[in-house]
């Protein structure tokens, strides 16, 4: 039987109240000290607000239906922690599908867009960190590779038929 200690916090209102978790780092009324935690009652999203221009301003939502939001003047994204280990994020397709992933592989200082959860199994797109060059395709077997133009009255493509290392412009 495990035990669980559970912090609750209500809204006074019956219906669409708000819920709010304010954090306060001093007592003193200078900007950027109280972090809340807001439960929008009325779109039943999650709000990240901070006191930083003088009055709580929302920073990043957390919408009902799974949608994030990072807001601000410049607002930044930061996957990782400078550590030495891959960092990205994955596109987990329907059960079956295909899932993507946009990583940073760090054993290779690598930009990555590819097919799978981690960098360097079926790599798609590799844009080279040290080298400035990019790279498209696997590189692992026979496998083709095509750039296609779509155009609205012919497409053209720029290939690579790899069964006899032919570049192909058609």
């Given at each position: 039987n495990d035990a669980a200690l559970i912090f609750e916090v209500?809204?006074?209102?019956?219906t669409d109240g708000d819920a709010?978790?304010?954090l306060t780092a001093d007592a003193s009324a200078d900007n950027g000290d109280e972090w809340d935690i807001?439960?929008?009652?009325a779109t039943n999203?999650?709000?990240?607000?901070?006191?930083?221009?003088?009055?709580?301003?929302?920073?990043l939502t957390l919408?009902?239906?799974g949608d994030m939001t990072l807001a601000g003047t410049t607002p930044y994204f930061t996957i990782g922690d400078a550590g030495a280990e891959d960092a990205g994020i994955v596109f987990d397709g329907h059960s079956g599908g295909v899932?993507?992933?946009?990583?940073?592989?760090d054993s290779a200082d690598d930009f990555v867009i590819g097919v799978g959860t981690a960098p360097d199994t079926t790599n798609r797109f590799v844009l080279d960190g040290?080298?400035?060059?990019?790279?498209?395709?696997?590189?692992?077997?026979?496998?083709?590779?095509n750039v296609v133009f779509n155009g609205t009255a012919q497409d053209f493509n720029i290939s690579l038929d790899d069964s006899t290392d032919d570049l192909v412009i058609g």
């Open positions: 209500y809204s006074p209102l019956a709010t978790v304010r807001v439960h929008d009652g999203d999650l709000l990240f607000q901070n006191d930083k221009s003088g009055s709580q301003v929302t920073f919408a009902e239906v899932d993507w992933h946009i990583s940073s592989d040290t080298d400035e060059k990019l790279t498209l395709g696997a590189g692992a077997g026979d496998v083709d590779t």
